[in-house]
């Protein structure tokens, strides 16, 4: 079913679109778009199907209208995706966005390894700075997590999404909140305990201080690359341990953190939000004010193309790791849809997203097909190939940056660096959770499908009309028992090499990555390596 078949989309639009769905969901879809008569600036447009965001997301006419309001009052910032417009006819509302070319940044993260200390720093002081100018603002976001942090095409980062942004603090009057929101590995303890559907309500929580909670845990992921626990509850040993030694648990991932950074989180991720750190703090602390040779005085960054490499070089993938699966990864749609705070898991879905939207509820709401930003390896060459076309093929995939991250020692071609001229020429916009086959589709499908079935996540291909790509549908929980949703397209080059890519719908990108390398791995026969 396409959005066309629901209502048409408004016709009297005050820009053009420019590309076919790059964002979908169950209410939702993004698309680019750019003025009535200039081909620039590109920027992103969010239609909104108000009568499923009701029915599907529980979203009011008014919810949508706080959230625009908020992104707008919020206004200018290096490091917060701009709001530019607004409007709705009687089935949609639309809203026009900057448009963050680089992706997700922690898409460029290696799950379980991280970043390293420096570029760690430059990420969290531009987080730190984005926030707590939101704050300045009386404005709390209340769902800072990696699935809301993004990255400009010069490598900046960007928070994204107001939908769950509230307006703490209005003429110097400050209010509490009670709404549960957020992700659980994020979202700070006093969220579960005081909110509204908690089990000893009090009166209620501080906003402001849930986000430095939260920045917290950002930090702690970027330095070791996995989060600290599962949820702030019971349920979680790791946190249990981290209440009961004090903030001081003897867990490896702890004992990772460097000594500075690590007084940092305790600060932040106080249990008590009364003895939290406040923005002030933070930015007094050591760490924070620590120099950087990545990060220039205006907290830009100074040397994007050595950040770039080094971040881009830290990417492996370990085919000697074969992955062990779980006993019940895998969830069915109904189970995943209907999971909150209520429920015996502690899985909290987030309301609304204004960038990155919600999975299908129906699997027959389909925006325009898969979400594929591009043709990676759109070579001039013909489906069918000698062997000196199919050697030069070779030799350009070879040369994909992308590429480097199957290598045994993973590095950015010196012709690539010499020649950067910013972020993006070293890292790619596109997606880095894909892979090149030379084997032919009617081997690499079974073999991807067999992988999925190890990992117990039900696949069933489903084929384009020229079967020259094949769509999997994935819809199952990644290890910290959140919703992770997306599709795995895989499409024949040429007749001697094909592409897999894995294209996240819903879910923390860090664990999109993880499971896109224990696919991976499982798949290593089928995977072209730049080195062999």
């Not at 969901?25 to 199907?49: E, M, N």
């Not at 089990?199 to 402001?208: L, Q």
């Not at 006993?327 to 990155?356: C, H, L, N, Y």
Request: aromatic share 8%.
């Amino acid at each position: 079913m396409k959005h066309s078949q629901l209502a048409p989309l408004p016709n009297d639009l005050p820009f053009r679109i420019v590309s076919k769905t790059i964002g979908q969901g169950a209410y939702a879809c993004i698309k680019r778009a750019c003025p009535l008569q200039s081909d620039t600036p590109v920027f992103a447009v969010k239609f909104i199907h108000k009568d499923y965001a009701a029915r599907h997301g529980r979203i009011t006419s008014k919810q949508l209208q706080m959230e625009v309001a908020l992104h707008k009052h919020v206004g200018r910032h290096n490091n917060i995706i701009y709001f530019y417009e607004t409007g709705e006819d009687e089935c949609w509302r639309w809203i026009a966005m900057e448009l963050a070319e680089g992706g997700d940044l922690f898409d460029k993260i290696e799950a379980d390894e991280g970043v390293g200390e420096d570029i760690a720093h430059v990420y969290f002081a531009q987080l730190v700075n984005a926030v707590g100018y939101m704050h300045s603002k009386g404005v709390a976001h209340r769902d800072i997590k990696p699935e809301n942090i993004l990255l400009s095409r010069d490598g900046n980062l960007k928070i994204a999404d107001f939908g769950l942004a509230t307006l703490y603090e209005y003429r110097g009057e400050k209010k509490l909140s009670t709404t549960l929101c957020g992700s659980p590995p994020y979202i700070a303890p006093e969220v579960v305990r005081c909110s509204s559907r908690g089990k000893s309500k009090g009166d209620g929580y501080r906003a402001d201080l849930v986000d430095i909670w939260s920045c917290g845990v950002v930090l702690f992921v970027l330095l070791v690359g996995n989060t600290p626990w599962d949820s702030p509850t019971d349920e979680s040993y790791e946190f249990v341990e981290y209440v009961k030694t004090n903030s001081k648990p003897s867990d490896e991932l702890w004992e990772r953190l460097p000594p500075t950074a690590l007084s940092l989180l305790r600060g932040m991720m106080k249990i008590d939000s009364a003895k939290r750190f406040s923005m002030e703090d933070v930015r007094r602390h050591p760490w924070f004010t620590r120099s950087n040779p990545y990060m220039s005085a205006d907290n830009k960054l100074s040397n994007p193309i050595n950040l770039a490499t080094t971040m881009f070089e830290s990417l492996h993938i370990d085919f000697t790791k074969i992955p062990l699966p779980r006993s019940s990864q895998a969830v069915s749609a109904t189970e995943t849809e209907t999971m909150d705070i209520d429920g015996s898991r502690s899985d909290i879905r987030p309301k609304f997203s204004s960038t990155q939207p919600e999975n299908p509820v129906e699997d027959t709401l389909d925006w325009d097909g898969p979400p594929r930003l591009t043709s990676h390896f759109a070579f001039s060459q013909p489906k069918s190939m000698d062997t000196d076309q199919v050697m030069l093929l070779n030799e350009r995939l070879s040369e994909d940056p992308s590429m480097s991250q199957f290598s045994s020692t993973p590095s950015v071609p010196l012709s690539r660096t010499q020649n950067a001229q910013n972020f993006q020429d070293i890292v790619p916009a596109s997606r880095l959770t894909r892979f090149a086959s030379s084997w032919p589709l009617g081997l690499l499908v079974p073999r991807v499908c067999e992988a999925l079935q190890l990992l117990h996540v039900p696949a069933s291909p489903t084929s384009s009309e020229f079967a020259e790509s094949i769509l999997i549908r994935i819809r199952t929980q990644d290890d910290r028992k959140c919703p992770l949703h997306g599709n795995i397209i895989i499409e024949s080059i040429t007749d001697g090499h094909a592409e897999v890519e894995f294209v996240k719908v819903k879910g923390d990108p860090l664990e999109w990555r993880r499971f896109f390398k224990k696919v991976t791995v499982l798949c290593k026969d089928a995977v072209f390596k730049p080195d062999t």
